[in-house]
């Protein structure tokens, strides 16, 4: 099906579903016009700002009858460019829908509208003494629905698992208009198909999740977090996998490469502990009690010290954990300081390939002319491999980046790893993904796509 941009008429019956101020064709549409993956940008036709269900029905209704593209947007905050509306198409925003709708402490459940921020959804349940483990770094700006959307992870994924493992219901508006209902407060559920997990991820390709049911835990009431630094990066990585085959198992192990370590430092103006260290984990150890958590760290401490650690940093204050965190949480903005131009990658591998996927890509770096430094989740097995343009021309960049990208993703693949652990394919990864996968996974994707939205009017171009 050809889609076209909507006309005059179009906009006047779209603001029509949801009244006039909450249609944007011309001041405040600049908000809307990208998300947070560089260098891309569209104008929309018109943002429309629903104020529930029923509103985004008869826009998906409308739009499905002529042909209208559709681009839903939680917050914004995606890297892959799942949000930016091209071609002129609507941009369906859920700010409004930004209520927590119960917490249910028999059942260990929330229900929560789709643009609640995670980070506020996770400090209400901690209010009356439960966790909603997923916390993307990200978690203070991005929406709980386009957590959903992403399949989001996070820092304690190590342990805890990424958003579609919490996720047991959702509600949503199809492209014709329908509504799809699936799942509830349960924790087994077997009925069917499992239509909710193939909308989780699927970057508002399938349906617009407008309810979601999240399971949630007892809150853990002691914690500790480590730094533990090494004189080198294969150390450090070896180090991950040896914890775990230890049987500890962290709610985090977060990886900082030297490199990256000093450059922060440098760009906060501030002393950071170890700055010699050629990498560094932060590790964060919970347990019920004071007792099982000193038990765990010192043996964690013995393990890392045995491993080759230069030392281990304890950070149990709300002071000295910041001392630790403000390092990890500043690496991205510390990155763009010193090259403004980054292709930030996100690829994940088994664990224990995690030195390999560290070696190669540097290699590949070394090869193309390019520097890459590294740092992520790699309690996940998943690195973020940033590759910074420096001072290098726009066409020696754009020719290296040619090469090394897909040299970046076949070698992820040969380590059985995967182009996009977390942020998504949107439009950045797309022309890859042949790299992952052969004709058939990718013409069953496309089928689901056809009997989810035969139009094709949801997030066109993006995803698969
Ligand atoms: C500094 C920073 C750190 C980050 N750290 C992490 C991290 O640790 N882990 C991680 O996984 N990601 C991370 N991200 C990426 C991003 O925050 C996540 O992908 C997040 O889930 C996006 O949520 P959002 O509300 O901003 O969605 P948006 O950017 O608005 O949308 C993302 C995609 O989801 C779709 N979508 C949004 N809401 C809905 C809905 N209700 N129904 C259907 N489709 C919808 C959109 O169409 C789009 O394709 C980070 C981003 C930044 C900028």
């Given amino acids: 099906m050809t889609l076209r941009t909507p006309r005059d008429t179009d906009i006047s019956e779209l603001a029509a579903i949801v009244g006039g101020e909450f249609a944007l064709t011309d ?9 947070e993956s560089p260098d891309l940008e569209a104008q929309p036709s018109v943002v429309l700002i629903p104020a529930d269900e ?8 409308y739009a499905d009858d002529r042909l209208l593209p559709v681009v839903t947007r939680g917050l914004g905050t995606g890297v892959a460019g799942g ?7 609507i941009v369906l925003s859920l700010e409004r829908l930004n209520r927590i709708l119960e917490i249910d402490e028999d059942n260990l459940m929330v229900v929560t509208q789709p643009a609640v921020i995670t980070g506020e959804l996770r400090r209400a349940v901690e209010a009356v003494g439960l966790f909603y483990p997923p916390d993307p770094a990200s978690l203070d700006s991005c929406s709980i629905g386009g957590n959903f959307a992403t399949n989001a992870g996070g ?8 958003t579609r493992d919490y996720v047991k219901g959702f509600r949503g508006v199809l492209a014709g208009g329908g509504i799809i209902s699936y799942g509830g407060k349960l924790v087994k559920n077997v009925a069917g198909y499992d239509l909710l997990q193939i909308v989780c991820g699927s970057e508002g390709t399938l349906a617009v999740a407008t309810e979601l049911t999240l399971k949630l835990l007892p809150h853990k009431r002691h914690r500790v977090d480590l730094l533990v ?3 080198s990066v294969f150390k450090s990585v070896s180090a991950v996998s040896e914890i775990i085959r230890r049987r500890i198992v962290p709610s985090t192990i977060e990886f900082m490469e030297g490199d990256i370590v000093r450059i922060v430092a440098d760009a906060l103006e501030k002393s950071v502990p170890m700055p010699e260290a050629g990498a560094q984990l ?3 150890l919970e347990a019920d009690s004071e007792e099982e958590l000193e038990k765990t760290y010192f043996s964690l401490g013995e393990i890392a010290m045995e491993l080759g650690a230069i030392d281990v940093f304890v950070a149990d204050t709300t002071q000295t954990r910041e001392r630790i965190w403000v390092v990890r949480r500043s690496m991205r903005e510390a990155l763009r300081a010193v090259s403004p131009t980054i292709v930030a990658e996100d690829i994940a591998v088994p664990r224990a390939r995690l030195a390999e996927l560290w070696k190669g890509a540097r290699e590949l770096g070394e090869r193309f002319g390019v520097r890459v430094l590294s740092f992520g989740h790699a309690g996940d097995g998943n690195l973020h491999i940033d590759v910074l343009k420096d001072d290098l021309s726009d066409d020696r960049w754009n020719t290296a980046m040619e090469g090394f990208i897909p040299a970046l993703f076949e070698l992820a693949v040969k380590l059985g790893g995967t182009i996009t652990a977390e942020h998504g394919i949107g439009v950045l990864k797309k022309p890859y993904l042949p790299i992952c996968f052969g004709e058939t996974e990718l013409s069953l994707m496309a089928g689901i796509k056809r009997v989810f939205d035969p139009n094709g009017i949801l997030n066109p ?3 698969i």
Avoid: H, W
């Fill in 83 to 89: 949000a930016v509306p091209f071609d002129g198409a």
């Fill in 282 to 284: 932060i590790i964060s």
């Fill in 229 to 231: 630094g090494f004189d």
């Fill in 27 to 35: 001041e405040g549409i600049e908000n809307y016009c990208r998300d």
């Fill in 461 to 463: 171009g993006k995803a």
């Fill in 54 to 61: 029923r509103e985004i029905s008869e826009i998906l209704r």
């Fill in 155 to 162: 820092m304690t994924a190590v342990k805890y698992g990424v």
